[in-house]
């Protein structure tokens, strides 16, 4: 028999009678931020330039008005968003994006008072600024929440200045956790129906106890609008941030130094996983933490600092949550088997971004090219003629795809002639031997696809696992 669930009084929450009392205890807190930026003005070389005769009554009259156009002060613009008081000494967060370039900053109050404000930090990567006020009085403001305890369905506030208009209170719920809409490396966007316009961004998104759980930072929408789609930025996310840039004045990050991808299904099969989560390490950065600490290229990282990767998305953010110079434990996925690894996190902002690039390698054997019809591949160890006709280094690791199976699964994958097979299934290949070994052995093993870790020729992500599905051989 199937049970049917009937709600209790207690499960039955009924929408507040008003929200008036608690809009009128936080509203003091939350401010307007205007700000003006210098706009260099139309310079004359912009205009057109004509050649009058000799004598025409025109000259004078074009010489005066580009002698105008030269003494002319620069344009000012300006931008309004809002933001939030933190403690009673004048400490304010916002957006980055309502402060950026800003050469000025303003914070109006409720009650109309107007303060210069100073930026003491922003982070673009999150989308958060922290501001200070000077006030010789104390000011009103508003605590930080849990968004971790937050849930789909439950009430929220949302306060700000959406188009100018200031000290504006709308309703709704919290529709979605965990957004990712690929603003930055640490989405992580709490959606909400509460009506968000332009002008809202900065401002506190507050739970039923007046605490903030997120900082509205963007809206979807074809018009503009508001259409019920809202995304705010977690306080948990938040918090971390604003407490950085108010110690130091920037961000101090973890940094472990790898590239990642996705564990798909077909790649969580390849590796002997039984379900595909965590995340598959598709480089290691040289000199980086990581590489100290053993990680290799394949590992699929399963938990960090005990903390289990879900999605391969959610590790960045851990590492970046994570002290500098604290020493953690990894657990990885390694040649079908758990492996525990210790590494001492490193600070991502000291760190010239590498790219990830092949190692040496012993020049390739002279061996002609072979078609893998389990694989809708031909390959072939690079020759100067191959090198030549893609355009590719002499000397790199791997086999050279020179030609794609047009209905293959690796045609579907988006593999192209050019393109360096370097590994399958974690093993490095520099010889056609290498690769019939590594697709009988998957064959006999009874895997149903490869995993392929390709260098491709165009692309975001030059080095990336593939996972490619095994063609039975005619005959």
Known sequence: MVGVWTPSPADARAAPDSFADLAEKLLPAVVNISTTQKVAGRSTEDLPQFDFPPGSPFREFF????????????????????????????????????????????????????????????????DLALLKVKATEDLPYVPFGSSDGARVGDWVL???????????VTAGIISARGRDIRSGPYDDYIQTDAPINRGNSGGPLFNMKGEVVGINTAILSPSGGSIGIGFSIPSQLAVGVID????????RRGWLGVQIQAVTEEIAE???????????????????????????????????????????????????ETDVGKAVNVEVWRNGKKTE?????GELEKVDQASLSS???????????????????????????????????????????????????????GLKPGDIIV???????????????????AEKAGRRSVLLLV????????????PLRLSKKDG
């Open 63 to 126: 010489d005066q008005f580009q002698q105008k156009r030269r003494d002319a002060p620069r344009r000012r613009g300006t931008s309004l968003g809002s933001g939030f008081i933190i403690d009673k000494t004048g400490y304010i967060v916002t957006n980055n994006h309502v402060i950026e370039g800003a050469d000025q900053i303003t914070a109006v109050l409720q009650d109309e008072r107007k303060y210069e404000a100073t930026l003491i930090g922003r982070d673009p990567k999150t």
């Open 158 to 168: 949302a306060i700000g200045n959406p188009l100018g208009l200031g000290g504006t």
């Open 244 to 251: 950085q840039l108010r110690k130091y004045g920037s961000t």
């Open 270 to 320: 390849s590796l002997g996983l039984d379900k595909p989560y965590g995340a598959l390490v598709a480089g290691v950065v040289k000199k980086s933490p990581a590489e100290s600490s053993g990680f290799k290229t394949g590992d699929v990282i399963l938990s960090f600092d005990g903390r289990r990767v879900a999605e391969s998305r959610r590790l960045p953010r851990m590492v970046a």
């Open 341 to 345: 690894l210790s590494v001492k996190l």
């Open 359 to 413: 190692s040496g390698s012993e020049p390739a054997t002279d061996q002609s090219g072979r078609e893998f019809k389990e694989l809708g591949l031909n390959l072939s160890p690079l020759t100067k003629e191959l090198a030549a006709r893609f355009d590719l280094e002499e000397g790199v690791d791997g086999l050279v795809v020179t030609d794609v199976g047009a209905d293959s699964n690796a045609a579907e994958k």
């Open 423 to 441: 590994e399958i299934n974690q093993e490095k290949v520099k010889s056609i031997k290498d690769v019939r070994e590594q697709v009988e052995k």
């Open 455 to 466: 260098k491709f020729r165009q692309g975001e992500d030059p080095l990336r696992f593939v």
